[in-house]
């Protein structure tokens, strides 16, 4: 029986700290989180993880996913517009133009938070990515979800460059999105949540000590989900839809 655990990575209070970025401050909440102190360190250790894993179909879906998702996840946070405009710089990414984070503290928690997902994204552990946006009460307001699936049976070669252009028109149709958002009040916070299949064993390896169980606030009656885009291949599968509350929920 699969167990549904949502995880989030364990949060370092930032919500007093003003950020300077490009002449303005940005407030981060709390969105921190738990890393070795040793950023050279990690780096080395990461690269050396991600060769040995990319030797198998798993390992390089994951690698291409879980960069894909960093990309993701700063658009949805840039197409929010909590933070000033100044805090992104345009890049290309799989030739399209995306944002990147400018402060090294919001770059390092998308980069860190979702490169500590690959191991378990390769083994299909992880069920969906979400990213939260919360009110003051720290009540769920709308999520953006990944909803993946690894193949563990698929043993053929992986054609990195086809993945890349399916996931490539992901990011297309998000930057044209903002229809579908709901208007954030000032006050807001946000954080990326896991949900696994099963769950990471504590204590057996830094990334599944990163992640522990949230408190995060549920909804009383199943949101409303709006889909966004969705794409169905042997290797993965992956979707990604919006959620907001019910409407009898929204007026409460």
């Given at each position: 029986m699969n167990i549904h655990q949502n995880l989030t990575c364990h949060p370092v209070s930032m919500e007093n700290q003003n950020l300077a970025v490009g002449g303005s401050d940005s407030r981060i909440g709390n969105m921190g989180c738990l890393f070795p102190p040793s950023g050279v360190c990690w780096g080395l250790n990461l690269k050396k993880m991600e060769r040995r894993q990319n030797q198998t179909p798993q390992g390089k879906i994951a690698r291409v996913l879980v960069d894909f998702l960093e990309v993701a996840i700063t658009a949805v946070v840039f197409l929010k517009g909590i933070y000033p405009s100044g805090a992104f710089?345009?890049?290309?990414?799989?030739?399209?133009?995306?944002?990147?984070?400018?402060?090294?503290?919001l770059r390092y928690y998308i980069h860190a938070t979702v490169t500590g997902l690959l191991p378990f994204v390769q083994k299909g552990m992880v069920e969906r990515v979400a990213v939260i946006f919360f009110n003051a009460d720290n009540v769920p307001m709308e999520k953006f979800v990944f909803k993946l699936a690894v193949n563990q049976a698929y043993?053929?070669?992986?054609?990195?460059?086809?993945?890349?252009?399916s996931l490539r028109s992901f990011l297309i149709k998000l930057s044209n999105s903002e229809s579908l958002c709901k208007m954030l009040p000032p006050d807001c916070r946000w954080e990326i949540t896991a949900y696994f299949r099963s769950l990471p064993e504590?204590?057996?390896?830094?990334?599944?000590?990163?992640?522990?169980?949230?408190?995060?606030?549920?909804?009383?009656?199943?949101?409303?989900?709006?889909?966004?885009?969705?794409?169905?291949?042997?290797?993965?599968?992956?979707?990604?839809?919006?959620?907001h509350p019910s409407l009898s929920e929204s007026l409460l």
């Open positions: 710089e345009r890049r290309r990414y799989m030739n399209v133009v995306v944002q990147r984070a400018c402060h090294p503290q043993g053929s070669e992986v054609e990195e460059v086809d993945l890349e252009f504590t204590g057996t390896s830094k990334e599944a000590d990163l992640w522990i169980p949230t408190d995060t606030k549920q909804w009383q009656q199943p949101p409303l989900i709006t889909p966004v885009k969705s794409m169905s291949s042997e290797p993965l599968c992956l979707q990604l839809y919006l959620e």
